[in-house]
């Protein structure tokens, strides 16, 4: 039986794409399904490229159990989120304890919490003068970008890169290690 992944996107879904080419054909892990809280979410768009199954939720589905009931019809082990803009409710952190992850685009601590989403990640770190930006893949917990670190890689930010340069060179880096680092997790036995 295959270890089945659920990925959580509300927008673009450049990553969840990284991750459906990388477990395309894999013997041991599938993405079985994608969800989204966002109908024109671009991810649809990619899974749909993947034959891969989109359920888009109503918000009180995250807390009616809806939710839970469609995670356990697709027999989902494993949840990635992937630009996912909501929080994930009580009952789902408790459903899958530290088998949720998500990636951010910063190293962690800094340039977390609220608000630093998308481009504002980006914008906060070329105001602060940072040298080096990066990515943190961490697990999920009742607080906003506070789970566990599980990897961080980084790049060096020049006085002349553009908010937009720095999101352009930390994406290389989130598409190349997410898909790996999930099926670590996985194949470590979590
Ligand atoms: C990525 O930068 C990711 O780190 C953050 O949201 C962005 C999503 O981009 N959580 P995409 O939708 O995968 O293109």
Request: charged share 20%; hydrophobic share 40%; net charge neutral.
């Amino acid at each position: 039986m295959k270890t089945n992944i659920a990925i959580f996107a509300s927008g673009s879904g450049s990553n969840a794409e990284a991750i459906f080419r990388h477990f395309k054909n894999h013997p041991s892990i599938s993405i079985a399904l994608v969800v989204s809280n966002n109908p024109q979410a671009g991810v649809l768009h990619r899974a749909e490229g993947y034959h891969i199954q989109c359920y888009v939720y109503q918000p009180e589905e995250l807390t009616n159990g809806i939710m839970e009931k469609t995670l356990d019809a697709y027999n989902i082990h494993f949840l990635v989120l992937a630009g996912y803009l909501k929080k994930v409710p009580d009952v789902i952190l408790k459903k899958y304890p530290n088998k949720i992850v998500n990636i951010h685009p910063a190293l962690l601590p800094k340039f977390g919490g609220k608000g630093m989403y998308g481009l504002n990640v980006h914008k906060a770190v070329v105001a602060a003068g940072e040298s080096v930006s990066g990515m943190t893949i961490h697990y999920i917990n009742e607080q906003y970008d506070e789970g566990a670190i599980i990897e961080q890689y980084s790049v060096p930010v020049k006085k002349e890169d553009s908010p937009e340069r720095v999101q352009q060179k930390v994406l290389e880096l989130e598409h190349k290690y997410y898909a790996p680092c999930i099926e670590k997790l996985i194949q470590n036995g979590i």
